[in-house]
């Protein structure tokens, strides 16, 4: 199946910094979903992505499917930003689609 | 809208029993799957539904069983836990497909002693 692989696996950043996650995926994928999942356990999904670049507020992302990776901005970080990214692509496999996570990248913001 | 609920948030069984994880939605979503996370591996599929009557597997599905008679629930039995199956138990749900954007529950956290 489709290897998904992120980095940094852990980031640790003052508060204000910029950082940029990334994730490589092995197969041509049909989209891709970044997610972060706060201190709590809840997850929330960022971006639907499959190619380009989008942005929301402080966060972007940029997917070059051609070259199997898909980058995750963030600008200015706040304690609020802390928790784990994952990045999920997609594949479709027989009509059938499935998301595989990566392992994520645990974030944390220092005030 | 209450999104993506489940039940409990919390659960301790002894090997051997039996449970259901209950997931329900109330977006009119046809796409519901459950994944377990465990420390370090990130998420992991273990069955999914594309509609009411229709089920299957996943990455790791044994253990587990679905069924999907309606369109807002999708409960998770496990059969016969095992510490094995220790796990937070996500289930999350999207429109059509799983490529779909993903909306996820708040999550079963589960030990089996």
């Known amino acids: 199946g489709i290897q998904v692989e992120q980095s940094p696996p852990d980031l640790i950043l003052q508060e204000g910094a910029n950082s940029t996650l990334r994730c490589n995926f092995s197969d041509s994928v049909n989209n891709l979903q970044w997610f972060h999942q706060n201190p709590w356990g809840q997850l929330i999904n960022l971006f639907y992505?499959?190619?380009g670049t989008k942005q929301n507020g402080r966060l972007s992302a940029t997917t070059v499917a051609t070259e199997r990776y898909s980058l995750l901005y963030i600008s200015s970080s706040q304690t609020t930003d802390s928790g784990v990214y994952f990045c999920a692509p997609c594949i479709s496999n027989f009509g059938n689609e499935k998301l595989t996570f990566g392992t994520g990248t645990r974030l944390t913001i220092i005030p | 809208n209450a999104g993506v609920t489940q039940t409990p948030k919390f659960q301790v069984l002894k090997t051997g029993q039996s449970m259901t994880l209950q997931c329900a939605q109330d977006?009119?979503?046809?796409?519901m799957s459950w994944y377990r996370q465990d420390p370090g591996m990130g998420l992991r599929l273990i069955h999914y539904?594309?509609?009411?009557?229709?089920?299957d597997q996943g990455e790791v599905p044994n253990g587990y069983n679905v069924s999907r008679s309606t369109t807002e629930d999708f409960p998770l039995r496990l059969l016969s836990a095992a510490p094995s199956q220790t796990s937070v138990y996500f289930c999350?749900?999207?429109?059509?497909?799983?490529?779909?954007?993903?909306?996820f529950g708040p999550g079963t956290r589960l030990t089996v002693l």
């Open positions: 992505i499959p190619s």
């Open positions: 977006m009119n979503h046809e796409y």
């Open positions: 539904s594309v509609g009411a009557g229709i089920t």
């Open positions: 999350a749900s999207s429109y059509f497909l799983a490529g779909d954007t993903q909306y």
